[in-house]
């Protein structure tokens, strides 16, 4: 049984950073296959940050050089470092994965920007 669980999300002021864990379970697990999205109320959900071939990232252009996403195989863990947090990444943060076909959602950890 697949299993991603998100942690990390609060309430932070416009400026500040958190860093979201994102648990793997039940997976084989390799840290380039987990992508973050997010989903602000109202709106679609987003591609923020994902690994490619391995060690390479990249970005959405509204988060670039303030996101970082990094893995950790022995933990089963991918992070996503976010600095300068401005009001518009107030979102649902989930991540995802993609294993033989099937696609694998956490549940999700909100982010509040605000002052």
């Known amino acids: 049984q697949v299993h991603l669980v998100e942690s990390g999300g609060g309430l932070v002021q416009p400026g500040g950073s958190l860093r979201l864990s994102c648990q793997a379970s039940?997976?084989?697990?390799?840290?380039?296959?987990i992508r973050w999205y997010r989903q602000a109320p109202g709106k679609e959900r987003e591609l923020v940050a994902r690994?490619?071939?391995?060690?390479?990232?990249m970005y959405a252009d509204s988060v670039k050089g303030r996101f970082t996403i990094s893995g950790d195989n022995a933990k089963n863990r991918v992070y996503l470092q976010m600095n300068s947090l401005k009001p518009e990444d107030t979102a649902v943060y989930l991540c995802?994965?993609?294993?033989?076909?099937?696609?694998?959602w956490g549940k999700g950890t909100l982010v509040n920007v605000s002052s």
């Open positions: 995802a994965t993609n294993q033989f076909g099937m696609e694998y």
């Open positions: 690994f490619i071939g391995g060690t390479s990232t």
């Open positions: 039940g997976i084989i697990f390799s840290f380039d296959l």
